[in-house]
Every structure is written in C-alpha cells, then in structure tokens.
DNA sequence: TATTGTTATACTCTATAACTATA
DNA sequence: TATAGTTATAGAGTATAACAATA
C-alpha cells in the first residue's frame, strides 16, 4: 500500500493552528524563553522570581502556601527556598506559635535584586508582545488573568 | 491619597499579576493539565497529538523539520517518532533520493486517533476558557496566534 | 494522630556532544 | 566535508513515598 496515496478520508477541519491549548503553549514558550535568557547574568530562574515577588506580596508566608501559590510541590519549595536563603535574597524565621514551621521574608538584597527583575520583566512582556498594539497587550492580559479565575 | 497618582507613580507597585508572562505561564499551565488528563487514556503526550496532527497536515516531512515544527530538538524527535512508530500511528519511510533521511506518514490508525483527540482538544479549549465568552475566546486566540508571528 | 518541612527517588523534558551512514 | 538521524548523557522540572520534629 502506498502510504503517501492511502488517504481517502478528507482531513478533519479542525487545524492545530486553530486550538486554544497550541496557542498558548507556544506563546508561552516564546515569553519563557525571553525572560530565562534575561535572568541567566543573575543566574536565576522564573520559578525563583515569581517566589520573590509573593514573599514581598505576603511577608512570613508559610513554605507551604508559597508552594500552592507557585503551584509547585512542597518537596521543590524545599529546594527553591534553600537557593534563595543562601544568596541571602529570602529568610526563613521559625514561628514562635508553631515551631514546625517558618515565616518567609525578602531580605534587603531580595528586595532590591526583586525591583531590578520586574523592570526586566516588564521589558520581557514588551519584547515578547511587539506584535501587539497597547490596547491589544492590554486585552491579552485582560483575558489570560479572566481565564485562570475559573 | 490621589487615586489617580497612587496607581500609575512608582515602579515598586508592578505586581506579579500584571505581567503578561506569568498570566501567560498559568493559563498554559491550566490549559495542560486539561490536556494531558484527558489524553492519559490514550497514554500519549501534548507534544505526541501536535506531532499527530503536523504529521497529518506535512505528509512525508523529514524528522529535523519536524522537530523544528514541534520547536524540540532532533534527538528528542527520535524518541517521539519512535513511540509513534512503535505503536502504528506513524510511518518511517526512507527517501529515495537521499538514503539518510525518512519522510513521515501517518497511518490510518494515526489517522483515526488522530480525528478523536482533536475533539477532545477542542472540548479541553472550552472547558479550560469557560470563564470566557465566545467572543473573548476567539478574541483570545487571534492575540496570541498574532503575539507568535514576531 | 495530623501537619510542616525534609530527604530520597523516579520519571519526564530538555540540551549537548559524539557517533553512523549516507551525501 | 557536510548532513540526517541516532545514541548517550546530564541537567532541569515534576511527582510521590517516607521520615523527623512538632502539634
């Protein structure tokens, strides 16, 4: 049978190109992609960003709740916080009333190393979004933080 | 305080929530979840369907531009194509011309397969955007198909 | 007994260098 | 010499079970 000719059914309407999940995936990789390469000179990863800028949205979070928060598991929170802890960027400071347990915090050097980082990120969300106008990258966003509400 | 000032000054007030790449990053991650549990009966990855379907829309494609399809690298799109071969979806058929290389086919069952999971795809689009109307979803992706085309 | 954080482990995904067979 | 595909390998990211300290 020749496979190139054994076709006889027409090809379904429904094109990749055409699919929600496709089109996020590949923009997300593109933004990815755009903020690691401008995080490598401070050897630090998006995952690692996105820790510091809830421990300064929530000073003394739990390690737990900064791992729901990143949707990650306890066990990587675990490694993630080591990382920052030992560049001095986050503190962990044992609860008094619960001695299992700690309160996270930015230290100064978190949080000055935290501002520089979002400025970049910012300029990241710019550079990845160039094809957009204003008001459309202001949509985009609209949309994506509607979506994930559900 | 000015309510018009507080929110448009200082730079320190650029939350976590306002960049496009996170927003990006957990809306494709709810996107995949939806995906890949609804794939789990069929034991095949994301990347597995959207090789399926560029298979199906590229007859007889060479493995290196399918890896650049599926922007993976070449050894990446061995084992990928193996799997697919390995359990009659796909076909490795060597050129003629040039002995090195293969084009890749589809085959009827990979076909088949193929028509069933794009349903299931597009009924996870739905499910993972039901926070969003028909217009805001289509709205949606024609953004962030124009986001990929710089 | 349950919970917080931790260790160990394993499986996937990703990236690179080096190999083979063809050209 | 260059190219298509492959192998081997190592590094991230992710998920689970099991453990220690504390509640």
């Known amino acids: 049978m020749d496979p190139v000719n054994s076709r006889t059914t027409s090809p379904s309407t429904i094109l990749l190109d055409d699919l929600l999940g496709y089109a996020l995936r590949r923009a997300q990789l593109k933004a990815f992609q755009c903020v690691v390469e401008a995080f490598e000179p401070y050897d630090l990863r998006p995952a690692q960003f996105s820790a510091l800028a809830i421990l300064e949205q929530n000073p003394g979070i739990m390690q737990a709740d900064l791992a729901k928060a990143l949707a990650i598991e306890p066990p990587q929170a675990v490694v ?45 969300d710019l550079e990845t979004t ?3 106008s204003d008001c459309e990258r202001e949509e985009l966003l609209r949309l994506l933080k509607k979506l994930c509400l559900s």
């Not at 700690?102 to 990241?124: F, P």
């Open 130 to 132: 160039a094809a957009l």
């Open 80 to 124: 993630l916080v080591n990382k920052l802890e030992q560049r001095n960027l986050a503190l962990r400071i044992r609860s008094q009333t619960d001695r299992r347990s700690y309160g996270l915090y930015l230290s100064r050097q978190g949080e000055k190393l935290l501002n520089e980082l979002k400025e970049i990120a910012q300029r990241c």
